[in-house]
């Protein structure tokens, strides 16, 4: 008889839960929500915060790295530049501006653009 007492007890306690619960849900409810509804805002708020910061954060280092790039690409069109002025000076110590200018300038076949059956697939 035991085994039956014991459902016997659980049916009419969670039978008092249930209607209990009926009871203060519209109570309960409201209370829950306006705690819950802040709390939410707050964290929709932070994450666009976070999310504009990590934009900003993102376009600054762009930003950084373009002026890398800038800086690297004026680098070597300078020592281009040296080299080609330094190349010119030892053609024309070496004997004449006819070879200076030679040495100087690449050749035009370099100079010129390929055409579209010589470019590379």
Do not use: C
């Amino acid at each position: 008889m035991g085994l039956i007492d014991d459902v016997k007890e659980n049916a009419v306690s969670g039978l008092i839960i249930g209607i209990g619960a009926a009871i203060l849900a519209p109570v309960i409810l409201p209370i829950l929500a306006s705690i819950a509804r802040p709390l939410a805002k707050g964290a929709i708020k932070g994450g666009i915060m976070l999310y504009e910061k990590g934009k900003e954060t993102v376009a600054e280092t762009g930003e950084m790295l373009e002026d890398l790039v800038a800086e690297v690409k004026s680098e070597l069109s300078e020592e281009q530049q040296a080299a080609m002025a330094s190349a010119a000076a030892a053609a024309a110590t070496a004997g004449g501006t006819g070879q200076a200018a030679a040495a100087a300038e690449p050749p035009e076949e370099v100079m010129q653009p390929l055409s579209e059956s010589e470019a590379p697939a």
